[in-house]
């Protein structure tokens, strides 16, 4: 229980910002949501890779903090991190070089491809941010530090990411409301948020470990 629900809860802030999002853009009109839903089903499809790497470094720092092998458990958070940038690297060319392609698949639409390929733009700009964020995450399940990841998602999502995304989509103060765009742009920066702040986490927990193996030496 003291494990899981933080980690259920930090889920369920992910994934009912982008479901929350949806019902925000109704008035916007059916195609609008509709190029929203292309590329959100999309980024869902490739944010599987990040996340099963995300479990399997959970699985693997649990081991090896268990097993007190310390440095270890760093270069697997490290090297996950660094595996993870490379693959989205790579499935964020492939959204930008095939974005109307993808979208395409979805739609025959011509308004709805249109507005999906643009927002396929935006969502290969955060998938470094995703990365990092959940490879994170998974680490810090590893370290078994979970109420972190509650507060950190929370703020990071429905804060930042929400609020911004508010502000760009439906108001004048910052730039003319931007509609879809602006949400999407407030997506990226809730995941930036969450990615610096479950990275500096997972830095110190790992330094209280350190400090904790040092004085049991």
Same mark, same amino acid.
């Given at each position: 229980?003291?494990?899981?629900?933080?980690?259920?809860?930090?889920?369920?802030?992910?994934?009912?910002?982008?479901?929350?999002?949806?019902? =925000?853009?109704?008035?916007?009109?059916?195609?609008?949501?509709?190029?929203?839903?292309?590329?959100?089903?999309?980024?869902?499809?490739?944010?599987?890779?990040?996340?099963?790497? $995300?479990?399997?470094?959970?699985?693997?720092?649990?081991?090896?903090?268990?097993?007190?092998?310390?440095?270890?458990?760093?270069?697997?958070?490290?090297?996950?991190?660094?595996?993870?940038?490379?693959?989205?690297?790579?499935?964020?060319?492939?959204?930008?070089?095939?974005?109307? !392609? =993808?979208?395409?698949?979805?739609?025959?639409?011509?308004?709805?491809?249109?507005?999906?390929?643009? &927002?396929?733009?935006?969502?290969?700009?955060? !998938?470094?941010?995703?990365?990092?964020?959940?490879?994170?995450?998974?680490?810090?399940?590893?370290?078994?530090?979970?109420?972190? =990841?509650?507060?950190?998602?929370?703020?990071?999502?429905?804060?930042?990411?929400?609020?911004?995304?508010?502000?760009?989509?439906?108001?004048?103060? =910052?730039?003319?409301?931007?509609?879809?765009?602006?949400?999407?742009?407030?997506?990226?920066?809730? &995941?930036?948020? $969450?990615?610096?702040?479950?990275?500096?986490?997972?830095?110190?927990?790992?330094?209280?470990?350190?400090?904790?193996?040092?004085?049991?030496?």
């Amino acid at each position: 229980m003291r494990l899981g629900y933080p980690i259920a809860f930090s889920l369920l802030f992910e994934v009912s910002l982008f479901a929350a999002v949806a019902i =925000i853009l109704i008035p916007f009109g059916a195609n609008v949501v509709a190029s929203h839903q292309i590329a959100i089903n999309f980024s869902g499809l490739v944010f599987m890779v990040p996340l099963s790497l $995300a479990m399997a470094v959970t699985i693997k720092v649990g081991f090896e903090v268990g097993n007190k092998n310390l440095e270890k458990a760093k270069e697997l958070c490290r090297y996950s991190v660094i595996l993870g940038l490379i693959i989205a690297v790579a499935t964020a060319a492939a959204t930008l070089i095939f974005k109307t !392609q =993808i979208a395409a698949i979805y739609t025959s639409d011509t308004e709805v491809l249109e507005l999906a390929a643009g &927002l396929m733009f935006l969502a290969a700009l955060f !998938q470094f941010s995703d990365a990092i964020q959940v490879i994170s995450a998974g680490a810090l399940r590893g370290y078994k530090d979970t109420k972190s =990841i509650l507060y950190i998602t929370f703020f990071s999502y429905w804060v930042v990411g929400l609020s911004f995304g508010l502000i760009l989509g439906l108001t004048d103060w =910052i730039a003319p409301a931007s509609g879809p765009y602006g949400f999407w742009i407030g997506f990226i920066s809730g &995941l930036t948020v $969450a990615a610096v702040l479950l990275a500096w986490r997972l830095k110190v927990v790992q330094n209280r470990f350190d400090q904790q193996a040092a004085l049991t030496s």
